[in-house]
T-cell receptor, first 115, second 113 residues
């Protein structure tokens, strides 16, 4: 069945460091891909998404490109801030046009950014 | 506009007891989803309502779990009787249609002791 694998955490970085959180997926067809973020004490928030191959999702300085050839959707940010400390979840949605709420999530990667 | 609201935020119950979690979706959102994250594991889909109807309940773990959405507004998820392995964070999400972004609540942390 469909699945998502993301790098194990926790990840600890210094402020202004470069961030990469790896995410790969297994799916049939053409799924949509998402990154969600959970800040301390808050619910999940959609960070960015991509609905087809080669699409790049971006938001708040974060980017991820839908790579069908490598079945990957790695999250990157050029310069992290303390306020980026959170848990990041990679998720896979049904084939394009399907339900955006029936998602398959990775285990989450906890990021801590030190000043 | 109020977001997705979940009650309670935390619940600690003994094994064998009953617990009811509540989710109030964003007003006007017909689609409502329940998810669960067991400690250290993935967030797993439980079920999907469209208005008051269960569209997909393939993720419900067993018959100790009962979800309802009477009137197509708020939803409840009852666990009866609770077992230790039911501990985790239960998330609710809602969306206007099945093809639009789902917004998540803060979750209910359930601890069964």
């Amino acid at each position: 069945g469909d699945s998502v694998t993301q790098m194990e955490g926790p990840v600890t970085l210094s402020e202004e460091a470069f961030l990469t959180i790896n995410c790969t997926y297994t799916a049939t067809g053409y799924p949509s891909l998402f990154w969600y973020v959970q800040y301390p004490g808050e619910g999940l928030q959609l960070l960015l998404k991509a609905t087809k191959a080669d699409d790049k999702g971006s938001n708040k300085g974060f980017e991820a490109t839908y790579r069908k050839e490598t079945t990957s959707f790695h999250l990157e940010k050029g310069s992290v801030q303390v306020s980026d400390s959170a848990v990041y979840f990679c998720a896979l949605g049904p084939n394009y046009g399907g339900s955006q709420g029936n998602l398959i999530f990775g285990k989450g990667t906890k990021l801590s950014v030190k000043p | 506009e109020a977001g997705v609201t979940q009650f309670p935020s935390h619940s600690v119950i003994e094994k064998g007891q009953t617990v009811t979690l509540r989710c109030d979706p964003i007003s006007g959102h017909d689609n409502l989803y329940w998810y669960r994250r067991v400690m250290g594991k993935e967030i797993k889909f439980l079920l999907h309502f469209v208005k008051e109807s269960k569209q997909d309940e393939s993720g419900m773990p067993n018959n100790r779990f009962l979800a309802e959405r009477t009137g197509g507004t708020y939803s409840t998820l009852k666990v009866q009787p609770a077992e230790l392995e039911d501990s985790g964070v239960y998330f609710c999400a809602s969306s206007q249609s099945s093809r639009t972004e789902a917004f998540f609540g803060q979750g209910t942390r359930l601890t069964v002791v």
